[in-house]
């Protein structure tokens, strides 16, 4: 396992960050909704979320969940409380990369991650963790952006910003093939749709959803 690298808390982005996604948590609801709508109904009582963030899935998820977030960047943390708290969700937060996750093996029926592929360190060793685990039939529940079709416009744009994006959003990649690293890791079953989602945010247009079933 990789563990060379550790996740950065930086004192000035990091809060930064922290406060860009607790502000726009009613956009991204207007964006993401509908979608995460389908993609959580009928979870279970305990739910694994990789990067959580400010904590945007809460209020998509039944009062009294069990949430075990894990979430590396400390400066998520107080929102994350705070949401938990607004949406009666149970939660335990583990400051551990998604790469280097601490449960044991085929133990969870429902892990999801939403825009947090983009920035972890090592995409693939994070779905193995996902994988590992997962119960038998448990579901991978994902919203990613990803790598636009090669020559286009929008690759053009992606690879133009990702430089200062990647500065700012800490470690966000926006062109990273995730889509391919998603049919890679070798799930029983990937229902995966590929799609635009047009917003201001140009480099994260071109987008995945879907469940993966190991
Ligand atoms: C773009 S934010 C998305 C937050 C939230 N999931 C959402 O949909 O609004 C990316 C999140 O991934 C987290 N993250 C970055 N690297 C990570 C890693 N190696 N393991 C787990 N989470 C990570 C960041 O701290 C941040 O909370």
Same mark, same amino acid.
């Given at each position: 396992? $990789?563990?060379?690298?550790?996740?950065? $808390?930086?004192?000035?982005?990091?809060?930064? =960050?922290?406060?860009?996604? !607790?502000?726009? /948590?009613?956009?991204?609801?207007?964006?993401?909704?509908?979608?995460?709508?389908?993609?959580?109904?009928?979870?279970? #009582?305990?739910?694994?979320?990789?990067? @959580?963030?400010?904590?945007?899935?809460?209020?998509?998820?039944?009062?009294?969940?069990?949430? &075990?977030?894990?979430?590396?960047?400390? %400066?998520?943390? =107080? $929102?994350? !409380?705070?949401?938990?708290?607004? %949406?009666? *969700?149970?939660?335990?937060?583990?400051?551990?990369?998604?790469?280097?996750?601490?449960?044991?093996?085929?133990?969870?029926?429902?892990?999801? /991650?939403?825009?947090?592929?983009?920035?972890?360190?090592?995409?693939?060793?994070?779905?193995?963790?996902?994988?590992?685990?997962?119960?038998?039939?448990?579901?991978?529940?994902? *919203? #990613?952006?990803?790598?636009?079709?090669? $020559? /286009?416009?929008?690759?053009?744009?992606?690879?133009? *910003?990702?430089?200062? +994006?990647? +500065?700012?959003? #800490?470690?966000?990649?926006?062109?990273?093939?995730?889509?391919?690293?998603?049919?890679? &890791?070798?799930?029983?079953?990937? #229902?995966?749709?590929?799609?635009?989602?047009? /917003?201001?945010?140009?480099?994260?247009? @071109?987008?995945?959803?879907?469940?993966?079933?190991?």
């Amino acid at each position: 396992m $990789n563990m060379s690298k550790e996740f950065n $808390n930086n004192t000035i982005r990091g809060p930064i =960050n922290a406060f860009i996604f !607790k502000i726009l /948590s009613g956009y991204l609801d207007r964006l993401f909704g509908s979608a995460k709508r389908v993609l959580f109904k009928g979870h279970p #009582e305990t739910i694994v979320e990789i990067g @959580p963030g400010t904590g945007a899935n809460m209020r998509y998820l039944k009062k009294g969940t069990r949430l &075990i977030a894990i979430e590396p960047n400390i %400066y998520m943390h =107080n $929102n994350l !409380k705070k949401s938990a708290d607004r %949406y009666g *969700i149970d939660l335990e937060i583990k400051s551990l990369m998604g790469e280097a996750i601490d449960l044991p093996d085929a133990s969870y029926d429902f892990v999801v /991650s939403t825009l947090v592929l983009c920035s972890v360190h090592d995409p693939l060793q994070c779905l193995q963790q996902i994988k590992r685990i997962l119960k038998p039939s448990g579901v991978f529940v994902f *919203i #990613e952006h990803v790598r636009a079709r090669e $020559n /286009s416009v929008l690759a053009f744009i992606q690879n133009l *910003i990702h430089k200062p +994006w990647h +500065w700012f959003f #800490e470690g966000c990649h926006t062109n990273r093939d995730t889509k391919q690293l998603l049919e890679s &890791i070798g799930f029983t079953k990937l #229902e995966l749709e590929s799609y635009n989602l047009y /917003s201001p945010f140009i480099p994260i247009i @071109p987008q995945v959803r879907g469940r993966a079933i190991k």
